[in-house]
């Protein structure tokens, strides 16, 4: 990042008018200097294009005052980020994971994932992002704790279901592959220009069964009936994106922004985050036939992760919701903070590549009003009780707590 400031410092051309989204140029001009020819879908993208000989022009002059011969030894001096494997995720709706295996192990020692289904490994340093499989949208480059967050969904094909916070839409797309592009997805994004990249993923993944919906979430009414039929809801909210390795700069997007840890402005700002995100998964959580909902962030701190899903715990148990345990061979869990923690999975930023947190709620079965097609195949179909149960397999009950649900939201959003 200071490399970065430093090229668009000396560039001349980084006026006051991009402030608003200095962000986004950040991560533009790394795509374009140092990784990917991005593909121009809005007026950050166009303009750091149409000066982009200019910033490699600004680029190669601290190369040259820093006496190094290129951009690999100028970038060495910047980090000590141990090598790291190259993790890639198969799009099965365009291709298999054996044919994409058969082309890569031509020229690299290819390895599958244990974990996540249609990822493969390859050796650190690998560079992927001019391959004609990244470019034709046959394999999308992406972390392995950022792919678990969309398995922890695990939606079933032919589900209705919403990405409440989309772009840039790796996620969403990998629901589309895991529901084998049946079904419905609807991805909504409050930015617009995020929404533009959104849209660019979609179409390069080949899913034609993700609706974009600029706007907000928030705004969404749970009873609609046009909602009545959502199974499952990804929710990956703004956060501080303090979980994100500094080799990418992903956290710089609107949506991941990150204030300095040592400044003093930082904390007023998480718990700006935290409110939202409190906010935002209680909304999530009120949908009538919604099955199975993940919150997840690129965060390493409590007050974001463990902390916000204590707050909903109330809510969600007068719901119907428990914890359930996403991949539970993963070792690292969240931290002991209340009971039923360790039902929440973290990711390390050192040991794991990526600092992630994922909390995966279940409505249970034998205590929710579970809907019963009707006659005419409608989705308000007759409903049916079943008796309750506490506790079964990898699911933590909550309290008995039976709460009305505004009285639990006003206490969560301190009303």
């Known amino acids: 990042l200071p490399i970065l400031k430093e090229v668009l410092a000396s560039s001349g051309v980084f006026s006051s008018k991009w402030k608003k989204q200095e962000e986004l140029v950040y991560v533009t001009a790394y795509d374009i200097l140092f990784g990917q020819e991005i593909a121009v879908s809005g007026s950050v993208e166009e303009y750091i294009m149409l000066h982009k000989d200019t910033f490699r022009t600004a680029l190669q002059k601290i190369c040259v005052k820093r006496k190094v011969s290129n951009v690999e030894d100028l970038l060495s001096e910047k980090t000590t980020v141990k090598p790291k494997p190259r993790f890639v995720r198969v799009n099965t ?21 244990d974990m996540v289904p249609d990822m493969l490994v390859l050796p650190p340093g690998t560079d992927m992002h001019k391959h004609p499989l990244v470019t034709d949208g046959k394999v999308f480059l992406q972390g392995k704790a950022s792919c678990m967050v969309a398995a922890a969904v695990s939606p079933k094909p032919g ?15 990998h629901l589309a592959a895991l529901m084998n592009g049946e079904g419905s997805i609807i991805a909504c994004e409050l930015n617009k220009e995020r ?9 390069r993944s080949g899913a034609n069964n993700i609706e974009t919906v600029i706007g907000d979430f928030l705004n969404i009414d749970s009873n609609d009936p046009s909602y009545a039929e959502v199974r499952a809801i990804l929710l990956d909210p703004s956060c501080s994106g303090s979980g994100i390795s500094t080799e990418r700069l992903d956290h710089l997007l609107p949506s991941h922004s990150i204030d300095d840890q040592d400044d003093a402005g930082s904390s007023a700002r998480i718990r700006k985050l935290s409110a939202f995100q409190r906010k935002a998964l209680s909304h999530a959580l009120s949908f009538p036939s919604v099955e199975r909902l993940v919150y997840s962030t690129c965060s390493i701190h409590q007050a974001e992760n463990e902390d916000v899903v204590s707050s909903v715990l109330p809510l969600a148990s007068s719901l119907g919701f428990e914890l359930a345990t996403p991949f539970p061979q993963w070792r690292r869990r969240g931290l002991p903070v209340f009971y039923g923690a360790e039902h929440l999975l973290r990711t390390d930023p050192e040991d794991d590549l990526e600092g992630f947190f994922i909390a995966l709620f279940v409505r249970k079965a034998a205590a929710a009003d579970a809907l019963e097609p009707s006659e005419d195949g409608g989705a308000l179909g007759r409903k049916r009780k079943r008796a309750c149960t506490t506790r079964s397999g990898g699911l933590r009950a909550f309290s008995s707590l039976r709460l009305s649900r505004m009285d639990v939201l006003c206490s969560i959003w301190g009303i």
């Open 195 to 203: 929404a533009k990249t959104l849209q660019h993923t979609v179409r």
């Open 159 to 173: 589900w209705k279901v919403i990405d409440a916070c989309a772009a840039p839409g790796n996620k969403t797309v």
């Open 93 to 113: 709706l365009k291709t298999t994971t054996g044919s994409v295996i058969e082309v890569l192990s031509k020229m690299h020692k290819v390895d599958k994932d």
